[in-house]
């Protein structure tokens, strides 16, 4: 079955910029999503198909997709950022998802 | 506004029966996939199925086949998800998201469901 590999977690200062990474064989040939989890809460959609961002969801989220890395990147960090980060693709009939990164906003 | 609302948190004992709901609003619900996910307690997402209301085509992840029945109900607008006999391992947060889309490569999970707390203990 297709993984996908994120780090457990990443650290950014206040207003600087986070990238987190998802890993998967040829993940570049396949649409990567990317959700949002904050405690407590559902997860919502911050990027979709690889680089494409939902209505509402700031522009300092962005997110780019070739070879075997995905990259979610948010610019100018702030302390609301503060959350779980999934990716997830669909492969051979499923849907899988990263393991999921903590971003800590310092 | 595109809305998925679960039923609410329940609390069972093991070998026990539980059918939760997941009521689509704001669009057609025939015309999308709904998927579960599954997150146990501090652990990450694990999808567990997928259900088109229109024909109640339904898949399954290859974790959870035989383990929970996907079903929906088309004149309700409502999707469900059910266990036939609970384990103390099935304790977990369950949500439920809409699949924007018919092109299972491409299109992305969105909105979610606020999710239902399933906890099961003796």
């Known amino acids: 079955s297709y993984e996908l590999t994120q780090p457990l977690s990443v650290s950014v200062a206040l207003g600087q910029t986070a990238r987190i990474t998802c890993g998967g064989n040829n993940i570049g040939s396949k649409n990567v999503h990317w959700y949002q989890q904050k405690p407590g809460q559902a997860p919502v959609l911050v990027i979709y198909?690889?680089?494409n961002r939902p209505s509402g969801i700031p522009e300092r989220f962005s997110g780019s997709n070739s070879g075997n890395t995905a990259t979610l990147t948010i610019s100018r960090a702030q302390a609301g950022d503060e959350a779980d980060y999934y990716c997830q693709v669909w492969d051979s009939s499923s849907w899988v998802f990263g393991g999921g990164t903590k971003l800590t906003v310092l | 506004e595109v809305q998925l609302v679960q039923s609410g948190a329940e609390v069972k004992k093991p070998g026990e029966s539980l059918k939760i709901s997941c009521k689509g609003s704001?669009?057609?619900?025939?015309?999308?996939?709904i998927g579960w996910v599954r997150q146990m307690p501090g652990k990450g997402l694990e999808w567990m199925g997928i259900?088109?209301?229109?024909?109640?085509?339904?898949r399954y992840s290859p974790s959870f086949q035989g383990q929970v029945t996907i079903s929906a109900d088309k004149s309700i607008s409502t999707a469900y998800l059910q266990w036939s006999s609970l384990k103390a391992s099935d304790t977990a947060m369950y949500y439920c998201?809409?699949?924007?889309?018919?092109?299972?490569?491409?299109?992305?999970?969105?909105?979610w469901g606020q999710g239902t707390l399933v906890t099961v203990s003796s």
């Open positions: 198909r690889d680089s």
């Open positions: 998201a809409r699949l924007g889309g018919t092109i299972f490569g491409v299109a992305s999970f969105d909105p």
């Open positions: 704001g669009y057609s619900f025939t015309s999308y996939w």
């Open positions: 259900i088109y209301p229109g024909d109640s085509d339904t």
